[in-house]
């Protein structure tokens, strides 16, 4: 079992800027693969950004360019610039471990004047 727990939401202006980070019970070393989805209202989940430990990140056409995923032995961090209105949304943390996947609860980001 891993425990999520992420960290960072809240409201922001379009063109501002978040920076989440999910933290996990055990530590990041142990997770091959990593990434940050988000849902917002009214639709499905969808995986935004990605990466298997060593290799470069994977993103959504929607977000690239704007945000960085990035990882520390403790941490797993997403930094969002010139945020949208479509932003808003519940963003979650995600590892895969022992063939099984994980997800945190979520924090909420809003983007709206």
């Known amino acids: 079992q891993v425990q999520l727990v992420e960290s960072g939401g809240g409201s922001v202006q379009p063109g501002g800027s978040l920076r989440l980070s999910c933290a996990p019970s055990?530590?990041?070393?142990?997770?091959?693969?990593t990434g940050w989805y988000r849902q917002s209202p009214g639709k499905e989940r969808e995986l935004i950004a990605s990466t298997a430990d060593g290799t470069a990140a994977w993103y959504d056409a929607g977000v690239k360019g704007r945000f960085t995923l990035s990882r520390d032995n403790t941490n797993l961090y997403l930094q969002m610039n010139n945020l949208k209105p479509e932003g808003t949304a519940v963003y979650s943390c995600?590892?895969?471990?022992?063939?099984?996947?994980?997800w945190g609860q979520g924090t909420q980001v809003t983007v709206s004047y």
């Open positions: 995600y590892v895969a471990f022992d063939g099984e996947p994980y």
């Open positions: 055990l530590s990041m070393s142990r997770f091959y693969l």
